[in-house]
């Protein structure tokens, strides 16, 4: 993709060639991609959930495949700390800007893991509050705004790189987390994480997941997601990378214009490892046949007001009224 | 070789049991680089890709044995000649047994699939090769027509290695498992320098595991965990390991030496 393709977003200051970044979790640390040749059409990649120790990661069976999407327990295995940051991050070459993903099991834990990324070559850090916190009994840290401010104040005192922080709608309201998340210091935003949820297996009749609970994406969660990024596109000014099903050019447009600057692919890397690069050629074209000079032009233009309107709508911290909550 | 994602054509879908089938693609990009163990990731309904064992490849060709079991199997029957599937492979790491010893191959069910290539590869290179294959019943999948499509559309010509049958009604062989067989044979007269490969359900290869590291014999085997990405980047695939931790099938195997996974 060359530079006037005219899809380039620019996100919290990181300047992307395209918008689409791949997820956390589904792109390990981007050597898998880049050995079978599927980089090209990414504008950045989301690095692995980092946590402070290594983990082994949940009991399988870890996957179960839904009628429209996927179930997964992975229980962030990863190396640790230690290990990415000296040995893993220091021969990473993919030619595309690297977003770390942190998961903590304590306040201080996040703190430490964002103060020790602080001097690696990543170019933000994605905070997943989506984990929970053994300090409040299990609760994860993402469920309400108090704790996510707590996070992210601690995150923010501990680096000076970019911060995303990454919201599940398993919370109260997911504006009030994003709100709490933008006055403790976040840079942007990425949601959703994925939607807590079980399968039976149909043969056995017990849990399908070892870990009998796990996270659903896959485009089941599309409608979930472009409410979320709706709402808070509403309530903050913080750009937002919009996630949850995204599959073709078209998914992209409609997350861009609920009020996403740019979007995650998830479970479409594991579908199809080589669609950024047929996504983003389609966002060209797209692009053209809305006469768009920049694909960013329709950010937030649904909120506009009726149907056909690609004004944008006024952002940030606006009445709550018109959001669509039920 | 790094894997490819390839378009590949149907040459023929043929039923080998009331619940079984083989398929031969045309895709000479992706079976000119695949050796024997490793798996091809298929694009089918619903949503995920399916993994599959190379029973074969030659000839610009690719066979694989397969289940109807979901909807990505149900997708696979229903592609006939010509129909195209993209394909990405060749994926994981390939069986390499001490190349001085006989070969035994054990497996169950479409367990055959991951296993029957370097049977017959060893077989047509002179050196003795005896699969042992345990399936529920007769019915279920014939496997001497399995074989006969695969080696003539790979162009396999020579020796076909030698075959037992067990199945578990008895309407074909021992009555019993394979590993069953395997035992069976060994009570006859225990062979020496061999090396046993296996794939097949979780249990089978759990006592072929057993029956094998008592004996001190080199075991390989090829493991199946539902799969996501087929590539080592999402983790999905994980299999404990003896030593502690996981392995992950798709990276890692999805042949394991049989004394380091935890089955």
Redesign the interface.
Known sequence: MNGTSGIEVEVAGLKLRTPLIACSGCAGFGSELKRIGALEGLGALCLKGLTLEPRSGNTPPRLWEMPSGLLNSIGLENPGAQKVLGEILPGLDLGIPLIANIAGNTYEEFARLAYLLDSVPVEAIEVNVSCPNVEEGGRIFGADPESVYKTVSLVRGSTRKKLFVKLSVACQDVADVAMAAEEAGADALSLINTVPAMAIDPITLKPALGNVSGGLSGPAIKPIALLAVWKVYRVTRLPIIGMGGVATAQDVLEFMAAGASCVGLGSQLLRDPYSPARIAGELVELRKRLNKDQLKEIVGCAHGGTSGSTGCGSRGRGPRSGTACT | M????ARAEVVWNIPLGTHTAAICFYCPEVASSAKPGQFVHL?LA????RPFSIAAAGNGRICLIYQVIGPGTHDLRGRREGHTV?L?GPLGKPFDPPAQLNLVSVSGGVGLAGVSWLALKQALSGRQALIVHGQRSKHFMDVITAFECIRAATEMKGPMPAMLFATDDGSEGLKGTAVDLLASQWRAGPPGGIAVIGCGPRPMLSALKHFCLERQVPCFLSME?????G??????????SAS???FHVC?DGPVFPAEEVLI
Do not use: H, S, T
Request: aromatic share 6%; net charge positive; charged share 15%.
């Open positions: 790094r894997p490819i994602l694009q619903p949503f995920l890709p993209d990405l965990e539902r799969m996501g990405c590539i080592g980047a999402c983790l999905g695939c994980a299999v404990p502690g931790g996981y990276k």
